[in-house]
């Protein structure tokens, strides 16, 4: 009681007061709700007696089945973030980033990123000249903490806040070892730093800070010499100039989408600036029966569920019976979960089970709590469940205004990419007719996510609809 009073803030005079007033209350309320229940169960078929039964056994359970020092302690608890949640959300969701970041819960993270995103929220990239230690409010939006990147520590963090403080912000790579020690920031922090995007405010691409790692260690190596030998010296101060750029580097390309966002994921536990799976756009929500994040707001799921996603971490198990089975965690743009796979279906799909490999899983949903999974019983790469679970595609043409060379440039698009599925075309004229038509010459094709893309930047958008 102590202690729980203490959390709500109360005295224990306070608490018994409170105490007494809930009981006062609480016995007119269940009073009432007592004929609202024995009045429902009639009108169910059950008499007077029984109902009466089960209620005082509810009644009785109420009076001991959670503790009324710690209802207290929590409906006051949960008023307070409530008020946060409701009237300081980019301050409360901050520091609920803070909390999860501190705890390495990633899949707590991405829940809250999302939950940020649907308020309105934009979580922003750590950023060397604008991030703090912890996650922070920035002009309305929350921007990513320094200490939540992966192999950068408490020490290398607080030595760059403190230069950043002292000298201003930085305006090159080589300006972070002015007064870090190289030590503090060592080359496996740099990379975590470019990996994760805290340095692209410099003007540089991730791809070229990569390539200048080595010259950045030289660099602070030679200033921490020309520090050292400052203190024997009776003269000149000394200078280490700038290292040159080599041009290669300069005019290095950045690193394909999938690397980018793999780097990302390595430094932040997470997609933050992108996600691979945002390329198939609508045609993921046809394909699937729910999101990940769905599945999290209601578990109530009979028969079968189909997820697509990527593995993102896999722990090979073994059976008392010494078979080969798996856990590994799917992930998509709203969430994580976990995916049990049996040794019968291990064997049978084992060459699918690879971390990175974006996958479509159909499996029973299991909802137990935090302790939700999903039991495996297919799984497919994504991109060959496009081609194959498609049933047809329908190209939407709308004929007015439409030249002759469209309908050329469509059927070199088609051949191209020739393939099993049927296609039909809906053709349109505005307030005319509508009609949906099967072409002889071009009666398949392959549907792919570069297919979808090339029609709709020759027909407009939405004019691709895959089947499934």
């Excluded at 409010?137 to 002292?166: D, P, T, W």
């Excluded at 469940?385 to 440039?409: C, D, H, N, Y």
Aim: net charge positive; charged share 25%; aromatic share 10%.
């Amino acid at each position: 009681m102590q202690i729980a009073t203490a959390l709500a803030g109360f005295s224990m005079a306070e608490a018994d007061i409170l105490r007494k007033a809930m009981g006062k209350k609480k016995t007119a309320v269940m009073k009432a709700q007592k004929q609202r229940f024995i009045q429902g169960a009639k009108e169910k078929g059950l008499n007077h007696s029984k109902a009466s039964k089960i209620f005082e056994q509810i009644n009785y359970f109420a009076g001991y089945g959670f503790n009324k020092s710690h209802s207290a302690a929590y409906a006051y608890l949960a008023f307070r973030t409530a008020y946060l949640k409701t009237h300081y959300p980019v301050f409360f969701l901050a520091a609920l980033l803070t909390s999860e970041a501190e705890r390495g819960a990633t899949s707590q993270l991405v829940k809250y990123i999302n939950a940020c995103k649907e308020m309105g929220i934009e979580v922003l990239p750590p950023d060397i000249n604008a991030s703090e230690f912890t996650f922070t409010e920035s002009g309305g939006n929350i921007r990513f903490g320094l200490s939540a990147v992966k192999n950068v520590g408490e020490g290398a963090v607080q030595a760059i806040l403190e230069s950043r403080k002292k000298k201003g912000k930085f305006s090159s790579p080589f300006d972070i070892f002015k007064e870090v020690d190289s030590k503090a920031v060592n080359r496996k922090v740099i990379e975590s730093l470019i990996k994760s995007g805290s340095l692209d405010s410099l003007g540089w691409k991730r791809s070229q800070l990569f390539h200048l790692v080595d010259k950045m260690i030289d660099y602070a190596h030679d200033l921490q010499k020309m520090k050292t030998s400052k203190q024997t010296s009776l003269f000149g101060q000394g200078q280490v100039d700038l290292p040159e750029v080599p041009a290669e580097i300069k005019a290095m390309r950045e690193w394909d989408e999938a690397l980018f966002l793999s780097y990302e994921k390595d430094a932040l536990g997470f997609y933050i600036t992108g996600h691979p799976l945002a390329q198939f756009g609508k045609n993921l929500k046809r394909l699937t029966s729910h999101f990940i994040g769905e599945v999290d707001e209601n578990n109530d799921f009979k028969g079968e569920i189909r997820l697509a996603g990527i593995i993102a971490s896999i722990k090979p198990l073994k059976t008392k019976k010494d078979e080969r089975m798996a856990t590994f965690i799917l992930e998509d743009l709203t969430g994580r979960i976990e995916v049990v796979v049996f040794p019968d279906f291990f064997q049978k799909f084992y060459e699918h089970f690879r971390e990175d490999l974006m996958v479509l899983v159909k499996g029973k949903f299991l909802g137990e709590g935090e302790g939700r999974r999903v039991h495996l019983s297919h799984i497919i790469p994504l991109a060959e469940a496009f081609e194959k679970q498609a049933r047809r595609v329908v190209l939407k043409v709308f004929l007015p205004g439409l030249e002759e060379t469209i309908f050329e440039e469509l059927k070199i698009l088609l051949d191209k990419h020739h393939g099993v599925c049927p296609v039909l075309f809906d053709l349109q004229t505005p307030h005319s007719y509508r009609m949906v038509v099967q072409s002889i010459e071009v009666q398949s094709v392959k549907p792919s996510e570069e297919f979808t893309k090339s029609v709709e930047a020759l027909l407009g958008e939405d004019s691709v609809l895959i089947e499934y």
